[in-house]
């Protein structure tokens, strides 16, 4: 038996595999420390993404993997994680105490991207991140009811900035809380696009991991002003298998790479249907296509979800999947989405920008 060194370990994790992580523990620099005690090693694991509801899965399942090592008796894993700001584009300053910003965009209306923008929101959280979410569709804000806080409205401390509204632990922000529930929004462009901006900068969000932006159909002013003056980290696109939605996906897809903004991946919603009295499954929008549109841009798909009536019932009632059913099935999928964007997100580069050590100058 050779000698059990940091090496030995090392070359052990490099070796384990994970369908989230994408890459080896090494590769991730995700190893923060080896402790070698004789026959026993105690490693502590860091991951760049969000990742509670499996953490201690993973730990054990880390623990099996180095165990099968002729060189170690007894092993001991911990898991958690760091979440990093990622660079945005390059004209653009990143926006104090937000590190990242992730732009949900469909391109057509009708294919549930709000419902995935708030799950997503809720399941980053339920994951152990901090998270906001911002409300973009000036036109039809729905996020306020569809949290259960239409009534609510946001205070102002200093008369200058507004506090977000909180709503299961995350953060939000709605034009839908600074007006009258049946006032229509008759605005120009560039009266839309400067609310946007307002919202989002006259916001106090304090410390945010990700802060999820539930953009608007379509890829007009709101999208542009979101690419021009908005420091986007990436964008989720969300689809249903249908032939014309994924015509107004892919649409999506060419605008965010013409503003050097990477789409991490697909959400197709409305898979398939379980009938609800024979339990038949029926792919009555059509299938593959959520799969066809990532494979054709070499993204991923990063799950599906069913045509489900629990989904639309818990959101019209102010309580999304989520938070509805945490526990539940489509909660479970929502948070297997969660991860795989955080995971698909940490492999970007990082942005220093914030980190930089101010330059003094001093007199001669």
């Given at each position: 038996m050779s000698e059990l060194t940091e090496q030995v370990v090392k070359d052990s994790l490099a070796t384990f595999e994970h369908e989230i992580l994408n890459q080896d523990l090494v590769k991730l620099s995700a190893v923060k420390s080896i402790e070698i005690n004789y026959g026993a090693v105690a490693v502590d694991i860091k991951l760049g993404f969000p990742c509670k509801s499996i953490a201690n899965e993973l730990a054990a399942d880390i623990v099996k993997h180095l165990q099968r090592s002729e060189n170690i008796d007894q092993a001991e894993v911990t898991v958690s994680w760091n979440i990093s700001a990622h660079k945005v584009q390059s004209a653009v300053a990143p926006i104090e105490g937000i590190k990242n910003i992730i732009a949900?965009?469909?391109?057509?209306?009708?294919?549930?991207?709000?419902?995935?923008?708030?799950?997503?929101?809720?399941?980053?959280?339920?994951?152990?991140?901090?998270?906001?979410i911002l409300d973009a569709d000036i036109y039809g804000p729905s996020m306020p009811m569809m949290l259960g806080v239409s009534s609510e409205r946001p205070n102002s401390k200093d008369n200058k900035t507004i506090e977000p509204v909180v709503?299961?632990?995350?953060?939000?922000?709605?034009?839908?809380?600074?007006?009258?529930d049946k006032q229509a929004m008759i605005w120009r462009g560039p009266m839309v696009s400067s609310a946007l901006t307002q919202?989002?900068?006259?916001?106090?969000?304090?410390?945010?991991?990700?802060?999820?932006?539930?953009?608007?159909?379509?890829?007009?002013?709101?999208?542009?002003?979101?690419?021009?003056?908005?420091?986007?980290?990436?964008?989720l696109i969300v689809t249903t298998p249908q032939d014309i939605a994924l015509i107004d996906a892919v649409k999506a897809i060419e605008m965010f790479?013409?503003?050097?903004?990477?789409?991490?991946?697909?959400?197709?919603?409305?898979?398939?249907?379980?009938?609800?009295?024979?339990?038949?499954?029926?792919?009555?929008?059509?299938?593959?296509?959520?799969?066809?549109?990532?494979?054709?841009?070499?993204?991923?798909?990063?799950?599906?979800?069913?045509?489900?009536?629990?989904?639309?019932?818990?959101?019209?009632?102010?309580?999304?999947?989520?938070?509805?059913?945490?526990d539940g099935t489509i909660a479970q999928i929502y948070k297997q989405i969660a991860r795989r964007l955080g995971a698909k997100?940490?492999?970007?580069?990082?942005?220093?920008?914030?980190?930089?050590?101010?330059?003094?100058?001093?007199?001669?």
């Open positions: 949900v965009a469909s391109g057509k209306g009708g294919v549930g991207k709000s419902t995935t923008a708030v799950n997503l929101a809720l399941a980053l959280q339920a994951e152990g991140a901090a998270v906001g709503a299961f632990g995350i953060k939000t922000m709605s034009i839908g809380y600074l007006i009258e919202l989002l900068g006259d916001t106090q969000w304090g410390e945010l991991d990700y802060l999820i932006i539930d953009l608007p159909p379509g890829t007009g002013d709101i999208q542009l002003t979101l690419a021009q003056k908005v420091p986007v980290t990436a964008a790479e013409k503003v050097k903004i990477p789409s991490l991946g697909i959400v197709e919603n409305m898979a398939t249907h379980i009938c609800s009295e024979c339990g038949n499954i029926e792919a009555i929008f059509g299938e593959g296509g959520g799969e066809a549109l990532a494979s054709q841009y070499s993204i991923d798909l990063l799950g599906s979800l069913p045509l489900d009536l629990q989904i639309r019932l818990t959101t019209d009632a102010g309580k999304p999947s989520v938070a509805a059913d945490p997100l940490s492999l970007q580069g990082k942005d220093y920008r914030g980190d930089a050590a101010p330059i003094l100058f001093r007199e001669a």
